[in-house]
């Protein structure tokens, strides 16, 4: 069993998702957890995310997975799909940050 945590205010202030309901999230786990697995880089996973109408954006310092209008779904942590794990599999993403560096994207 995993512990999710709420979003803090400043969490908030950067737009993190907020967290599933179970069924929510084996069915989000369900559909893109092997797309996560079988990605073979950074451009390969969003790629495979970008089919099933996903993008892929930073915020806070964690892997945020946001729907076709930039609202944030949930973290990679949330289905089973943390960024560390990520990294260590796809290497350290090159980002790019925003002003304040609270969020930022992946940079191709």
């Known amino acids: 069993m995993s512990a999710q945590s709420v979003p803090t205010g ?20 369900s559909v893109l957890l092997p797309h996560f697995e079988h990605a073979t880089s950074w451009g390969d996973l969003c790629r495979r995310l970008a089919s099933k109408g996903y993008d892929i954006t930073f915020r806070a310092g964690h892997l945020v997975l946001t729907d076709e209008s930039g609202k944030p779904v949930c973290t990679g942590a949330m289905i089973g799909s943390p960024l560390s794990r990520l990294a260590d599999r796809l290497g350290r993403p090159k980002l790019r940050s925003d002003c304040s560096g609270a969020t930022a994207t992946l940079q191709n």
């Open 10 to 29: 400043s969490d908030q202030s950067v737009n993190m998702p907020v967290p599933l309901d179970s069924e929510t999230a084996m069915l989000l786990r």
